[in-house]
């Protein structure tokens, strides 16, 4: 038994030989009751202490994945146990499924990274700084327009951008979901209409149905929205704002050119549509660039960033960069719907900008997505699979496989232990796709790897 153990990863040594033996079991189709190798002879195999792998052996057991016999050792327990007991379930915005699936499945599809590219040092430092020095951080509420600290911070960080504004115009949330919600609840009426791109973000599609608003879908090119498309659905439609992403794009992982930018605020301005300019992906960008928020000067657009993407999805810390105000009616209903943001999130997060801490850390994340990519998208090219204006930065690839019986693409993921994202997800109407978002930081394992080359048009499809 060979088990995917990387020396490197952040990922304990228990959890990664947790995720390993339950990818063993189910490629290998194992049937209940089977007994699994010694727990000494799986040491030995794999270079590993016993106790470590008796220790994942027991965690499986509770999970219900293992049964254990006193005296002889670990067993297949049944799937529909396993399945059973199972909390953590492989979902994802996104996901072709919202229900408990196979156990240790590769989300290759998702919109996050990875558990093993996470972090905690200096995260784990910070968080004993604040309980240490930071007694209202640990206990009381937080303000309306967020921790004023945190602010400054990211004030000095939109000018980097190019985007100029006062402190008294940024709004700190709870993630960029909160400030979307809040966008939508304070902004929009049930029955109004909006342009949403597509393909584009399926949570947000949701969240306009939730609050009754319906969508008009603009197609979204390599380099932006379609303009063409964008100026007749204006002229037609009169919708009360735009959403859009900025820098790469979900799911195609396409950044605005400049002409197009500037197309888009032009047109904007000269039909009266508020723009929401959704940049959550912008500490993954290094380099030159056209933000939307940077180009306005009437408050005709609404920027959302965060930095739950790249730091941490549960610390959960975003922002709204609007006119005053626009900003004092966000903070009212923040006040009024969630007793404000966390505090304690805030403070954790203003300690890691101050220190420097975070600077490095994206850092590191860029270098090592832009290595990734490339050997993602040299994968892709030798399976044949069509790829999406090739992004030059981000966490995504929006490509297909040129295979003619797309559910030969899906039975071939399900063979190799991959999770795609949903084929209607990124539709604002639902509409089926073949196209899949990729998560580059995904994209490196072997199970994606051998997804994709089974999957190439001249090959032999196993089964």
């Known amino acids: 038994m060979e088990l995917r153990i990387d020396r490197q990863a952040l990922v304990p040594l228990v959890q990664q030989i947790v995720d390993a033996l339950a990818g063993w079991l189910r490629q290998s189709e194992i049937l209940p009751g089977t007994r699994l190798p010694s727990a000494r002879q799986i040491a030995r195999d794999n270079l590993l202490s016993q106790s470590s792998v008796v220790e994942a052996c027991e965690r499986l057991v509770v999970e219900g994945v293992l049964a254990s016999r006193q005296g002889t050792g670990f067993f297949v327990a049944d799937p ?130 939730l609050y009754g608003v319906n969508m008009i879908e603009v197609p979204r090119t390599p380099s932006g929205p379609d303009i063409d498309v964008l100026e007749a659905l204006l ?84 922002f709204v960069v609007a006119g005053a105000g626009v900003i004092s009616r966000l903070a009212e209903v923040k006040m009024i719907s969630s007793m404000g943001a966390s505090r304690f999130c805030e403070s954790v997060l203003a300690c890691l900008l101050a220190s420097g801490a975070y600077r490095k850390l994206v850092q590191r994340q860029r270098q090592r997505l832009n290595s990734d990519r490339e050997a993602a998208l040299q994968v ?17 690839i929006w490509a297909r496989s040129r295979m003619s019986d797309y559910a030969q693409v899906r039975t071939q993921a399900q063979r190799f232990g991959v999770l795609l994202s ?28 051998a997804f994709f080359q089974a999957t190439a048009v001249d090959r032999p499809q196993a089964f």
């Open 80 to 209: 529909a146990l396993a399945a059973s007991r199972q909390r953590d379930y492989p979902w994802f915005e996104g996901a072709a499924v919202k229900q408990a699936g196979a156990f240790g499945e590769l989300k290759l599809g998702c919109g996050g990274l990875p558990v093993s590219w996470r972090e905690t040092d200096d995260l784990s430092y910070a968080i004993r700084q604040v309980s240490r020095t930071d007694m209202a951080g640990l206990f009381n509420y937080g303000t309306p327009l967020g921790l004023p600290v945190l602010r400054q911070h990211i004030l000095k960080r939109l000018l980097k951008l190019g985007i100029a504004v006062e402190e008294r115009r940024i709004l700190t949330t709870a993630g960029a979901s909160q400030g979307l919600d809040l966008i939508v609840r304070t902004l929009l009426k049930p029955g109004e209409c909006v342009v949403v791109e597509s393909p584009g973000y399926s949570m947000l599609f949701e969240l306009l149905r």
């Open 235 to 318: 002229l037609q439609y009169r919708p009360r704002a735009l959403f859009i992403n900025s820098f790469y794009h979900n799911p195609t992982g396409s950044s605005l050119a400049p002409q197009v930018a500037q197309r888009v605020l032009q047109l904007a301005k000269a039909h009266g549509v508020l723009v929401i300019e959704d940049d959550v992906y912008a500490d993954l960008h290094n380099g030159p660039g056209t933000r939307l928020a940077a180009l306005d000067n009437a408050d005709n657009v609404i920027y959302v960033g965060s930095f739950s993407k790249t730091l941490s999805s549960s610390l959960r810390v975003g």
């Open 380 to 396: 892709l090219e030798d399976a044949e699979w069509e790829v999406f204006g090739k992004p030059a930065g981000g966490l995504f």
């Open 422 to 449: 949903s084929t209607t997800a990124f539709s604002p109407t639902g509409e089926p796709s073949d196209w899949q978002r990729i998560n580059v930081a995904y994209a490196a394992d072997p199970r994606a790897r």
